[in-house]
């Protein structure tokens, strides 16, 4: 029941799963957890084929307030087609979180994609939408943003290829928070107290502070992070950039 914490459900519904299906299992799941989230904090919801069906999920939107919708992207195998897609969402009044892209193909281990990767995050910003890469992590493969060992070592600027082009996309494109039309002024560069939907990062806050599972998480001054959690804690984390409050959230009273 924190402001900051963002839900979100149905990662990556595939395999011919319809937005009907979703949508289903979304409004019941939303349900539970509005039961003990009386602050209603943000639930990103995915959508169809890998959540890139968002335009399908606009055309029958979820009733609940403080909903968006999940969109993922690969720059190595996703371009100006998927963008259309989200911008008919948009236009439709949807909310959207890019809550996982990769700078490779969909495999998350080949066509590494700087340029492609680039014009997707100049066309976020444009559209005020907060993304997170994968991935944080030590994997041997292009998409991660650590070398091999990393981790273990507790290296954790140690970065890969990937790694450098999203940390010079963080620190390049931070712009100034500015509230979208008709809404409240809900926050202001990145020194948030905790009463908006979106915890930013503190000023004195060391980069890549060691992150252990069972103290509070610390952030850089530049960069958040979307933990993934299993039974024995963290798994990985993704590299979050916070754009502002997107256009059809509201802020929280």
């Known amino acids: 029941n924190k402001k900051h914490v963002l839900f979100e459900i149905c990662n990556e519904p595939n395999g011919g799963t319809s937005w009907a299906t979703v949508k289903e299992y979304a409004e019941a799941v939303l349900k539970v957890i509005r039961q003990d989230n009386k602050n209603e904090t943000v639930v990103i919801v995915g959508t169809p084929t890998w959540s890139q069906d968002v335009d399908q999920a606009s055309q029958n939107k979820l009733t609940a307030s403080n909903v968006m919708y999940t969109v993922h992207f690969y720059a190595g195998s996703h371009g100006a087609a998927l963008r259309s897609k ?97 809404q409240s002024q809900g926050g202001n560069n990145n020194n948030n107290t905790g009463d908006n939907m979106y915890i930013y990062p503190a000023d004195n806050v060391r980069e890549y ?25 963290i798994d990985y984390a993704e590299m979050f950039a916070d754009r502002g409050m997107p256009g059809g959230m509201e802020a929280p009273a």
């Open 86 to 182: 989200a911008e008919t969402a948009m236009r439709n009044g949807c909310a959207i979180f890019v809550t996982e892209f990769g700078t490779t193909d969909a495999s998350g281990n080949g066509n590494y994609s700087p340029d492609a990767t680039r014009t997707w995050v100049q066309w976020m910003n444009e559209h005020k939408i907060s993304w997170a890469n994968w991935s944080y992590a030590d994997k041997d493969e292009t998409s991660a943003a650590l070398k091999p060992g990393s981790c273990n070592q507790g290296k954790w600027d140690n970065t890969t290829t990937n790694g450098d082009l999203i940390k010079e996309l963080i620190k390049k494109d931070r712009i100034a928070y500015i509230p979208c039309s008709n």
């Open 209 to 233: 502070d060691v992150i252990s599972d069972n103290s509070g998480i610390t952030f850089s001054d530049e960069r958040m992070y979307l933990f993934h959690c299993g039974g024995g804690g």
